[in-house]
């Protein structure tokens, strides 16, 4: 098979990945005096600056891959398993550089953040970058709407495991290594507030969703097992968020709620359509 013109554009974005994660954890290894004293390496900012650019750089060349597959099998990165990763690596990463650049004292989340992309990644490297069929369904403006509000969720679930991670890691001996960055009170506050950005925009998703399914298949649901996947994935995202705003959580239950959010939208994206025998299936 002849090498798919993405696919060097792709690796190159990868590549560029892996040097900001790289640099990430290098730069939250914790560096001590001689007495024992921990200290601020000088080199900090030019290694957050290093993972921000190299970041910008992985987004820059996964938009090139995608632009050209989109001009080589004439259709955007919505069909294949191979297209989805391709397309949830540059939308997780672009909300996450904007987090990155704009919350200097949460860019410790990186070395949560990176690793959870290179699943991805990792993935999508082994798939047979294939051309895909369009589904004539796939021609509605609704899809973008219901992309578009997708990705948001996700992206803010994602950060939300960031935050989540860090305040776990502090209950290890890894402790001091997110000692710059602010209180685990702080950050599990911080969490549930995207918690909640999260499910203002998986609502939106369902409702986009169910709006397109009305023009594409005749109906606004059919609790399918992606679309009852999807539901009961809003209805967990109310509940604990309900939960938080009731109880006194302690921090690494509701960072273990949170992390649940991520792994069950995970799950339903790349899980269900295998198993669904509904209108959805195939598009993996």
């Known amino acids: 098979m002849a090498l798919a013109a993405e696919l060097p554009w792709l690796w190159g974005s990868l590549l560029a990945l ?14 001590y005096s001689g007495d024992g004293v921990l200290i601020e390496p000088p080199s900090t900012n030019r290694i957050e600056s290093l993972v921000l650019w190299s970041l910008l750089l992985s987004i820059v060349l996964m938009t090139i891959a995608m632009g050209v597959r989109w001009d080589r099998v004439g259709n955007g990165p919505f069909v294949s398993l191979f297209e989805l990763l391709m397309s949830q690596i540059w939308s997780l990463s672009i909300f996450y550089a904007v987090i990155y650049w704009r919350a200097p004292s949460l860019r410790g989340t990186s070395v949560i953040v990176f690793p959870a992309l290179w699943v991805l990644g990792s993935w999508v490297l082994i798939l047979d970058p294939v051309a895909s069929f369009y589904p004539t369904t796939y021609y509605n403006n609704w899809k973008w709407a219901h992309v578009i509000f997708g990705k948001i969720f996700l992206g803010a679930a994602l950060f939300g495991v960031g935050l989540a991670g860090i305040v776990l890691l502090r209950q290890t001996r890894f402790a001091s290594v997110f000692s710059r960055m602010p209180s685990s009170e702080v950050l599990d506050h911080i969490a549930w507030r995207f918690m909640m950005l999260a499910l203002i925009f998986d609502s939106l998703m369902l409702i986009a969703g169910a709006v397109w399914a009305q023009d594409a298949w005749g109906r606004y649901w059919q609790w399918d097992e992606l679309e009852t996947s999807s539901f009961l994935n809003w209805l967990y995202l109310g509940a604990i968020i309900h939960l938080r705003m009731t109880y006194r959580i302690p921090l690494p239950i509701g960072a273990w709620l949170v992390i649940g959010v991520f792994v069950f939208a995970f799950l339903t994206y790349f899980g269900a359509p295998y198993f669904s025998a509904s209108a959805h299936k195939g598009v993996v």
């Open 18 to 31: 892996a040097l900001a994660t790289g640099a990430a954890i290098w730069g939250m290894i914790p560096r």
